[in-house]
């Protein structure tokens, strides 16, 4: 839905280009990738969009961040995450999910989200902040991974439990259900500034 939408989007800024991207990728690892790269090691194309996905979010959210401190952090950040999943690859059991890479992996958006809010009401469009493309994307992660957080930390010890994996199938469906949908809003607003107008005192 995401995809199909982003074709209708006017103002194609490179923000949006990354978030469409993401979910090319994503498309792409549903249908291919995670079938061929599992049954090389266990979990291992599960893994691998953990690691690309942050990634990717990171370059999103280094586009979207004004904070220069903040925007030199994020590619040191990135770099740690890549380095531990390969830790935790390597030290891990491979019949494991890979709760601990997507419990920090969900952390860390959650911050940037939340850092990337505080910025913008400190902004005199802050009122319009619904109206931005820019708004929707983070309230769609945001809930996503806010969601589905606990979720992913008990797949590690339950995951292949037939009725962990219903319920994990129907919480994890739901949420990607509403993150598209917030993704496709996104796609399709159109930034609205407002006109700041000096009314005198009586």
């Known amino acids: 839905?995401?995809?199909?939408?982003?074709?209708?989007?006017?103002?194609?800024k490179a923000g949006l280009w990354v978030i469409f991207f993401y979910f090319v990728y994503g498309f792409?690892?549903?249908?291919v990738i995670n079938s061929i790269v599992n049954g090389i090691h266990p979990f291992l194309g599960w893994r691998?969009?953990?690691?690309?996905?942050f990634i990717i979010?990171?370059?999103?959210?280094?586009?979207?961040i004004s904070n220069k401190i903040i925007k030199k952090i994020i590619p040191v950040i990135a770099t740690v995450f890549v380095l531990f999943c390969l830790y935790d690859l390597f030290?891990?059991?491979s019949s494991y999910f890979d709760s601990v890479p997507v419990a920090v992996e969900a952390i860390l958006i959650l911050g940037y989200c939340v850092i990337f809010l505080f910025q913008q009401l400190k902004s005199p469009d802050s009122l319009f902040l619904y109206s931005t493309p820019t708004f929707w994307v983070i309230v769609a992660f945001l809930i996503y991974f806010a969601g589905t957080f606990f979720v992913f930390i008990y797949a590690q010890n339950y995951y292949g439990n037939e009725h962990f994996d219903r319920n994990y199938?129907?919480?994890?469906s739901t949420f990607l259900l509403l993150r598209n949908i917030f993704i496709s809003i996104a796609f399709f607003v159109r930034p609205r500034k407002q006109d700041y107008k000096f009314i005198p005192s009586k």
């Open 91 to 93: 030290t891990s059991k």
């Open 169 to 172: 199938t129907l919480i994890n």
């Open 1 to 12: 839905m995401p995809i199909i939408s982003f074709f209708f989007v006017k103002d194609k």
């Open 28 to 31: 792409l690892s549903d249908a």
């Open 57 to 64: 979010l990171s370059v999103y959210f280094h586009k979207i």
């Open 48 to 53: 691998m969009f953990t690691v690309i996905e």
